[in-house]
């Protein structure tokens, strides 16, 4: 029988590997910086030569960004794979924003669903706050503090989902996501009446979440997201019996 050699892996491999881990998981945030090369090489208990050959191959791959003179960043545009042309796009066609609450139905059900299931004690006090920061954006009336506040929670409940392939479909969603959210907000705020109903939806979502209830979680999402969709509906026909009205206005003075 003939037998093989067993190779031992190349110390730069190993540390390859152990930095793409860290971005794949969100550990490793779009546009963070690294720490420097001699605290990164002591942490890793390594030798900086193979470290920044692993840094220079992670670099080729489009994974990493050195800076001249300024360091080592994750790659900024990393999770930006729908561009901002095409954000304006689809939020210039109303229909677009009912697929999209069809796609939140699901990103989000599920991201909460698990989150509720597999969040550590760290996940859920990190839920907790991005919770109180939407509240408090909410009573500033900073429409655009508070969708930054709804997305970066979003971002914690799916980071407590531990579903990598989860997480980085959200980011690369993210731009489109908040438009949406924050396009929900202006009509929203336009029914002062609707936004005590919000706010109680979300603390069902979010009571769900940190009780350890999954279906609860779940089910609170859907019914929040549906409560969107059908205020959206009775905009989106109120609008059109508005525009019929003033084409038999316009008729009649013609």
Wanted: net charge negative; charged share 30%.
């Amino acid at each position: 029988m003939a037998y093989s050699k067993i190779r031992q892996p190349k110390l730069s491999d190993a540390i390859e590997q152990q930095l793409e881990s860290l971005i794949m998981e969100g550990t490793l945030h779009p546009g963070e910086k690294l720490l420097p090369e001699r605290e990164l090489a002591v942490r890793f208990d390594v030798s900086r030569p193979s470290l920044r050959e692993a840094i220079q191959r992670l670099e080729a791959k489009g994974l990493l960004l050195r800076r001249r003179g300024g360091g080592t960043f994750v790659q900024n545009s990393l999770w930006k794979s729908l561009s901002d042309p095409l954000v304006e796009l689809l939020a210039g066609h109303p229909e677009s924003q009912f697929d999209l609450l069809e796609t939140r139905h699901a990103l989000e059900g599920i991201a909460a669903y698990y989150a509720a299931l597999r969040g550590t004690d760290e996940d859920l006090v990190r839920i907790r706050d991005c919770h109180m920061q939407i509240q408090t954006a909410q009573q500033s009336g900073d429409l655009d503090a508070e969708a930054n506040a709804l997305m970066q929670y979003q971002v914690a409940v799916t980071e407590a989902a531990h579903n990598v392939v989860l997480l980085h479909l959200l980011r690369s969603m993210g731009p489109m996501l908040e438009q949406n959210v924050r396009q929900n907000f202006e009509m929203l705020y336009s029914r002062r009446e609707i936004l005590a109903q919000v706010s109680e939806h979300r603390a069902s979502i979010f009571e769900a979440i940190v009780a350890c209830e999954p279906e609860q979680a779940r089910e609170a999402s859907h019914r929040h997201l549906a409560f969107i969709e059908e205020i959206l509906l009775d905009r989106s026909r109120e609008q059109s019996r508005r525009e019929r009205s003033m084409r038999r206005l316009q008729q009649r003075k013609d």
